[in-house]
Nanobody, 115 residues
Framework: VQLQACGGGLVQAGGSLRLSCAASVSINSFNFMAWHRQAPGKQRELVAFISNTDSINYADSVKGRFTIARDNSKNTLYLQMNSLKPEDTAVYYC??????????WGQGTQVTVSS
């Protein structure tokens, strides 16, 4: 299983970005997929989570601004990020879990929000 994340970049505060995470296998096989992020000097944190039954959860810090979604036909996970803040600056990682292959991580994509 390989996950390829992209879509990061430099954006001004208040702007938007959409991250994508393409899987090398059918994402229907995953129990869940998620986006995490890690800012410099901080621990990696969960940003958003979507299960194979479409149960969704968000970190309190992104609720109302970020939306996680998946397109099973494209084997791709998305993270729509609106109203970005400088504190959203981090490397964003996608993650998947399947009980047969375990947890897999994408390579990360840098998001930088300028004030």
């Amino acid at each position: 299983v390989q996950l390829q994340a992209c879509g990061g970049g430099l954006v001004q505060a208040g702007g938007s970005l959409r991250l994508s995470c393409a899987a090398s296998v059918s994402i229907n096989s995953f129990n869940f997929m998620a986006w995490h992020r890690q800012a410099p000097g901080k621990q990696r944190e969960l940003v958003a989570f979507i299960s194979n039954t479409d149960s969704i959860n968000y970190a309190d810090s992104v609720k109302g601004r970020f939306t996680i979604a998946r397109d099973n036909s494209k084997n791709t996970l998305y993270l729509q990020m609106n109203s970005l803040k400088p504190e959203d600056t981090a490397v964003y990682y996608c993650n998947s879990y399947n009980p047969r292959v375990g947890s897999r991580w994408g390579q990360g994509t840098q998001v930088t929000v300028s004030s």
